[in-house]
């Protein structure tokens, strides 16, 4: 059998779906978040992921492709709807709720399911549904998501996908593609993306616009990571955290604080939906 899609236990509870055909597959744990916690690809594991620290459900994932919804980053303060304040966490609550999880009708890859509750009203008090399928190509992740403007207002939202990536070692990694300026994260200042690339062992948290794709490339292993934008989810952040061997390689559809300042916030109209997509190739050099 080419295609495999089974729910296992170990070395911890999730889903596997499997091509091999493709020689890929990526184990998804729905219930945390919707989590895809590994990409294999032509043989290779590229996704880092803290599994001791994901046993911990007290702690927050390490690892792994966590989903940011309905805000990527921080706010600043609350944001308004009908004159009334609401507040988000960071990143929003997709990345911490249950998910349904089912294979596609082409059996090319799986579907990701969530949908507004009691429990998301108090944050975000519309109604909505977000699918997101998951199909593995060879050597390449394709990522569709569709969010749904359930109810009868404009309904304000970002979308973004916060994947790790592991690397051999942080001082012999290189980043193309990005335009010449960037902004910290941790100020909020314009500077040289190219400075912030120079000091990703020290720790970064940067954001950019490019116009084209983003290449991530580790000159020990020789692996490298394209992301593919598709407009408006173009946006992208570079995050790492050392000690850790990784860079996490983010396409969002806007930077923080959008609902607040309005910059690239999306805005669905009632009963309608917009579709993002996003694509991660892997090839080596």
Not at 30 to 52: A, H, N, Q, V
Request: hydrophobic residues 35%; glycine residues 6%.
């Amino acid at each position: 059998m080419t295609i495999s899609f089974l729910q296992k236990t170990s070395p911890y509870p999730h889903w596997e779906y499997s091509n091999t055909v493709i020689d890929s597959l990526i184990r998804v744990v729905p219930e945390r978040g919707g989590l895809i916690t590994e990409w294999r690809s032509g043989g290779k594991e590229l996704l880092y992921f803290d599994l001791e620290r994901f046993m911990d459900k007290n702690k927050s994932v390490r690892g792994g492709i966590p989903i940011l919804f309905p805000i990527c980053g921080d706010l600043s303060k609350g944001y308004l709807v009908a004159g009334k304040e609401f507040f988000l966490k960071q990143h929003g609550f997709a990345r911490d709720l249950p998910w349904s999880i089912s294979l596609l009708k082409d059996n090319l890859g799986i579907r990701l399911e969530l949908s507004d509750s009691k429990e998301t009203y108090f944050s975000f008090p519309f109604s909505f549904a977000l699918t997101m399928d998951v199909s593995l190509k060879e050597n390449s992740l394709h990522i569709s998501v569709k969010i749904y403007n359930q109810g009868q207002e404009s309904m304000p939202c970002s979308f973004g996908l916060h994947p790790y990536f592991q690397v051999s070692n942080l001082q012999k990694t290189k980043i193309d593609g990005l335009p010449g300026k960037c902004i910290d994260q941790t100020n909020l200042k314009v500077t040289n993306a190219s400075d912030q690339i120079r000091i990703l062992d020290q720790g970064v948290d940067f954001l950019s616009y490019p116009s084209g794709s983003v290449r991530l490339i580790d000159c020990l292993s020789r692996n490298v990571i394209e992301l593919i934008h598709h407009e408006p989810m173009d946006t992208t952040v570079i995050w790492t955290d050392p000690p850790r061997q990784m860079v996490c390689l983010e396409p969002w559809t806007g930077p923080r604080n959008s609902l607040v300042t309005g910059d690239r916030k999306l805005e669905i109209k009632p009963e309608e939906y917009i579709e993002l997509f996003s694509t991660f190739q892997h090839h080596s050099f």
